[in-house]
């Protein structure tokens, strides 16, 4: 049974902080994925990454970075917090073979930035 | 790139009522139709899936469609019972790309 953990559920932190989210996977997956998520607006892509240290940029790329420095493991960073980025924050990840594999989510992280 | 509409973006219906929910894609080289369902405080899972040589698939209650012409495919759910309350999303992808594209999610609410 595939596995996706993210470190906290819930984060509360302060406008202009550094913050760290990660997400771990446990089948060996290729691909892992940072979405936002916020009412109305969906699942909006912030980052993408098909392989240790490769990235690509999703829709919502600004204010944010990552990291995977092991296969298993995708970070989020957001250098700078800002209140605009109270949101619902979910991993993914998902096995590279076809388009046509099952894309499996962590719990999701619930960020609050005052 | 690709474009995935969802509508609508809420709707409620009485229990044993059908329910319906419509997507739209706008890059025909889309050739995979998954479904995901997110209850209130939890993570989206995939229900159901449907690629693109096939034009209906069915897993008890929950059927999906698709139509290649008209690039639009749906979610039917048939009998619908109070633990179908959740926000239903749907996505495609083309074989070879890395990531879905997801719709913008619809509140599915069944009235007891």
């Known amino acids: 049974d595939v596995k996706v953990t993210q470190s906290s559920r819930y984060l509360v932190k302060r406008t202009g902080e550094k913050v760290f989210l990660e997400c771990v996977q446990d089948?060996?997956?290729?691909?892992m994925f940072w979405y936002r998520q916020d009412p109305g607006l969906g699942l909006r892509l912030i980052y993408f990454s098909y392989d240790v240290k490769m990235k690509e940029k999703g829709d919502i790329p600004e204010g944010y970075s990552v990291s995977r420095e092991k296969k298993e493991r995708f970070s989020l960073i957001l250098e700078s917090a800002s209140t605009n980025q109270t949101s619902m924050y979910l991993c993914?990840?998902?096995?590279?073979?076809?388009?046509?594999?099952?894309?499996?989510f962590g719990p999701g992280t619930r960020l609050l930035v005052l | 790139g690709e474009n995935v509409e969802q509508h609508p973006s809420t709707l409620s219906v009485q229990e044993g009522d059908s329910a319906v929910i419509k997507c739209t894609y706008s890059d025909s080289a889309s050739n995979y139709f998954p479904w995901y369902k997110q209850e209130l405080g939890k993570r989206p899972q995939l229900i159901i899936d449907i690629r693109s040589n096939v034009g209906e698939k069915k897993d008890q209650r929950i059927a999906v469609t698709l139509n290649k012409t008209a690039k639009h495919f749906s979610l039917h759910i048939t009998e619908t019972q109070p633990e179908d309350s959740a926000v239903y999303f749907c996505a495609a992808i083309e074989t070879g790309a890395n990531n879905l594209f997801f719709g913008t999610g619809t509140r599915l609410t069944v009235i007891p």
């Open positions: 089948m060996d997956h290729e691909n």
């Open positions: 993914a990840s998902r096995k590279q073979q076809t388009a046509q594999e099952t894309q499996y």
